[in-house]
């Protein structure tokens, strides 16, 4: 009889059935013991440097504030990326950084980066009416759901009720 891979499970389809409700079983066991969070804890090494300065063209902005502070970011080691954007007054640049790297770390980073960019000869105008502005992004922080009312409600009434008077309104 010549050996054929296929011949034996099909001559054996009760030991592929129990095969497959094992596996199917250990798969099972093993979903149920992974670690489970309701709200993990999830980190974006990402900061954000945000410069006004009024009366400026987006141009301007650009060659004036992004590019000095963009040259100055590239230079920080675990930097995985510099993206910028310039609007008319004022500049976003966002530095993506390496998942291994902290983020208080890379904020300091940044903020050196930005003070060295100030302190440059051809760096950011000496004019600017505040400093850049460093910040993190904390997931945290953002709201799990937004809900909207809309109807014919009293809204004294609808404030009242115990379920909605628990809720913290950011308008």
């Given at each position: 009889?010549?050996?054929?891979?296929?011949?034996?499970?099909?001559?054996?389809?009760?030991?592929?059935?129990?095969?497959?409700?094992?596996?199917?079983?250990?798969?099972?066991?093993?979903?149920?013991?992974?670690?489970?969070?309701?709200?993990?804890?999830?980190?974006?090494?990402?900061?954000?440097?945000?410069?006004?300065?009024?009366?400026?063209?987006?141009?301007?902005?650009?060659?004036?504030?992004?590019?000095?502070?963009?040259?100055?970011?590239?230079?920080?080691?675990?930097?995985?990326?510099?993206?910028?954007?310039?609007?008319?007054?004022?500049?976003?640049?966002?530095?993506?950084?390496?998942t291994d790297v902290k983020v208080v770390k890379a904020k300091q980073d940044v903020k050196d980066a930005v003070d060295k960019a100030k302190s440059d000869q051809n760096g950011l105008p000496k004019n600017l009416?505040?400093?850049?502005?460093?910040?993190?992004?904390?997931?945290?922080?953002?709201?799990?759901?937004?809900?909207?009312?809309?109807?014919?409600?009293?809204?004294?009434?609808?404030?009242?009720?115990?379920?909605?008077?628990?809720?913290?309104?950011?308008?």
């Amino acid at each position: 009889m010549k050996l054929n891979p296929s011949n034996w499970p099909i001559n054996n389809r009760t030991s592929i059935y129990v095969l497959t409700i094992i596996i199917t079983m250990i798969g099972l066991v093993s979903y149920m013991n992974l670690p489970k969070e309701q709200f993990p804890e999830v980190k974006f090494p990402q900061i954000i440097v945000q410069t006004i300065n009024p009366g400026t063209s987006p141009e301007n902005m650009e060659n004036l504030v992004s590019k000095p502070i963009e040259k100055q970011l590239k230079n920080i080691s675990g930097i995985k990326k510099v993206t910028s954007n310039s609007f008319q007054d004022f500049s976003v640049v966002i530095a993506e950084f390496n998942t291994d790297v902290k983020v208080v770390k890379a904020k300091q980073d940044v903020k050196d980066a930005v003070d060295k960019a100030k302190s440059d000869q051809n760096g950011l105008p000496k004019n600017l009416p505040n400093d850049p502005e460093v910040k993190d992004i904390d997931v945290s922080e953002f709201p799990i759901r937004f809900v909207n009312i809309y109807g014919n409600f009293d809204e004294a009434r609808l404030e009242n009720m115990p379920t909605v008077s628990r809720i913290r309104s950011k308008a």
